[in-house]
């Protein structure tokens, strides 16, 4: 069965920073390229960030300013999102999604359940 | 930072088809594939097509998408009341070497 247990979230104050874990079962992670996805209260999915399987190719959402980095560790099978300098609107629930990427296209084909992350003073 | 465009909501009754549009660019919709996910509740978002107009194992056929040039479409048929839920268009785009999404569409039965 593939999982995907995100882990790490929590409340902070503006300026503080936080290191999310994801960890994956049930497959090979070495595989695949993985995602952060957030959803802020009452608002829709946003995209921000990619790793590549061999995590040689990292993309970010511009909207976080250089502020997050995505990393992973095949050996450990887990992906990780340290966020730095945290905005009041960086609450939001955070999940781990993984890619596929076949012929036909590329999408996210299985999603964790997410951790919180609240912001405020 | 939402690209794709779609309705906020739409509502339908038991048995009846609706459509939900996302409308983006040449550099997401218009050259790449697009995907939708539906989101339940207190649940992760899913898979429910990819491709433009491929179903995982396990969606029913009553769900299918499409494409026209820039715009894209999911269409319910045979609308039932579990079908209540959030639902995102996604795509890859070329000019932020990024995934986009679109603005969600509320469903409502």
């Known amino acids: 069965e593939v999982r995907l247990v995100e882990s790490g979230g929590g409340s902070e104050q503006p300026g503080a920073s936080l290191r999310l874990s994801c960890e994956a079962s049930g497959f090979s992670l070495s595989s695949h390229s993985m995602n952060w996805v957030r959803q802020a209260p009452g608002k829709g999915l946003e995209w921000i960030s990619y790793i590549s399987a061999s995590g040689t190719t990292i993309y970010y959402a511009d909207s976080l300013q250089g502020r997050f980095t995505i990393s992973r560790d095949n050996a450990k099978n887990s992906v990780y999102l340290q966020m730095n300098r945290l905005r009041a609107e960086d609450t939001a629930v955070y999940h781990c999604?993984?890619?596929?990427?076949?012929?036909?296209?590329?999408?996210?084909?299985?999603w964790g359940q997410g951790t919180l992350v609240a912001v405020s003073s | 930072q939402s690209v794709l465009t779609q309705p906020p909501s739409v509502s339908g009754t038991p048995g009846q088809r609706v459509t939900i549009s996302c409308s983006g660019s040449t550099s997401n919709v218009g050259t790449n594939t697009v995907n939708w996910y539906q989101h339940l509740p207190g649940a992760a978002p899913t898979l429910l097509i990819y491709a433009f107009n491929q179903r995982p194992s396990g969606v029913p056929d009553r769900f299918s998408g499409s494409r026209s040039d820039t715009s894209a479409s999911l269409a319910i048929s045979g609308l039932q009341s579990e079908d209540e839920a959030d639902y995102y268009c996604?795509?890859?785009?070329?000019?932020?070497?990024?995934?986009?999404f679109g603005t969600g569409t509320k469903v409502s039965v």
């Open positions: 996604a795509s890859w785009d070329n000019d932020l070497n990024g995934y986009v």
């Open positions: 999604v993984r890619e596929l990427l076949i012929p036909a296209g590329r999408f996210f084909d299985f």
